[in-house]
């Protein structure tokens, strides 16, 4: 569902578009098609978008990036979409909602027609193999961990999926919308192997790869045969731009159509006549975690001091002015009020004003009056994003009388910690999407229960896992929470979930293993030139798709 760091809208990292330097288009634009309304949709030109980062493969099997996802939604098609405002997940290469045989086998009919970038049909036998080469662990994909409530996929027919659960699975629909399940064709992804299919991908989505020239740009063109109504665009470019201010400059300037905006240029984009912007949330989570396997953090009087020690919408402003939204029940606000969790009594509750003496009586209480005798080691990623979270929290101790040490560590570096246990605070953050499940079952299961259990030497990967190891925790309310976790994601009807969830919220905010800071928000602005485009967190096709079909003026 999500992964540690991870940006979970889709199409983070997504810039703006130009089409001056494209050969293929003189005019910027092409036919024009009139509406019965009377209004003109142009057809032709190129979009071209502006990412900070390169993708090392375009197989969607392999890619582990949250931009690379979104810009593969339009070469690859999946078994289902996502509606653009995240009410529903509607058939898409599916005909049909999935078929429930029993508890856990679903048939699933796709529709006929649907043919790959070189001409060859879609057909069962494709999503079969798509997915089974995922579940297929020789074959190390990191997308298998999304699927691994599927056993197996049978073609049970030409135009008829079957899948084998191997237990119900509340998420089904959802992940079959995602690149976890991007359709690739079987003879050709067979035919090329992962290296050469990462270079030169062939999906069956509205555009179609042209070419990728490393640390430069990727370049996408109009898919005239797709079986929903085919792109305005010619083409799709995205050009590899690393830093932001360049971005902006080039979108201000016509380079491009479309830029992430930093939120030290909020201002300035405001004022520019030729372009409009959107705030889009992030279904993240981030935040200081505690090991509570060792003093101090293993007293729960000490963690709960922490949340008094420091003003976390301070923090949030220092950490990223105005893209971002502070965090209640370890769940962005946006899942929070799509779910109607009581987030408003959450934080009452939880997360009291910033007041030093009830902190200091709460570490007076827990035996550490005349602070910890030592110095804490808080660890923290070079992004100012981490960087200034651990810098607030380490003058608050300052100031009450505890050294601190922020210790700056390479990502490597810091799944090694999380593993071994070897830190006493640490930044951390968690792209779970949409539903509870991506942020409960990844932060805060047990995972010795899991098949294989720990391995050797790693005692967690975050400090709802080391708590559930910790002496002073209580046992068996932490059982019960991790069968809880693991049932609810099993459990089909939504009333029942959200009760479940609300539980486990209560559980693990009142012992504190983490403190939730703010989910992040991006700024994305584009040409006014730019029509028919509608931007939301949930897009995935946002240029193309049954709802909404971009063109440029």
Known sequence: ??????????VAGCGGTNTADDPSNTDGTGGTDTTSGGSSTKRGGTFIGATTEDAPTLDPRMNELAWANSFLHYVFDTLYMIQLDGSDVVPHVASKKPQK????????PIREGITFHDGSELTAEDVAYSMNWILDPKNKSPKRANIQFIDSVEASGTYETTFHLSHPFALFELT????????????IAKKQGTKTFGQKPVGSGPFAFVEHKSSSHITLERNPDYFQTSPNLDKLKWRIIPKPQVQFVELTTGGVHQATIPKTLLKKAKQQQNI?????????YNGIIFNTLREPFDDLKVRKAMQYLVDYDAMLKATKGELGKRSY????LEVNKAWEFPWKQWKKKYYPKKNHDKAKQLLEEAGYG??????LKISSLSSSKFKNMVVVLQNEL???????????????QWLNQLDSGDFDATIYGWSGGQDPDGFFYYLFRDLRNDEGGLSDGVKGNASASFLYQSDSAPSQRLKDADKKIRNARRQP??????????????????LYPHIPVFSEQTTQAWSNDVKNYEFTSFSSQSLSNKWSNAYIE
């Open 276 to 284: 409009q912007t959107k705030r889009i949330a992030h279904f993240d």
């Open 398 to 412: 300052d100031t009450i009388g505890i050294n601190a040490e922020v210790q700056e560590v390479t990502t490597g």
């Open 176 to 187: 079959l919308a995602g690149m976890s399940a991007a359709v690739v064709p079987k003879k």
């Open 101 to 108: 045989q029993n508890d856990s086998t679903y048939t699933i």
């Open 370 to 375: 005349d602070g910890f005798g030592k110095t």
């Open 1 to 10: 569902m999500g992964s540690a760091l991870g940006v979970s809208v889709l």
């Open 329 to 332: 029940g370890f769940m962005p």
């Open 493 to 510: 009807d939504k009333q029942e979930r959200k009760k479940r969830y609300i539980d486990l919220a209560e559980t693990w905010q009142s």
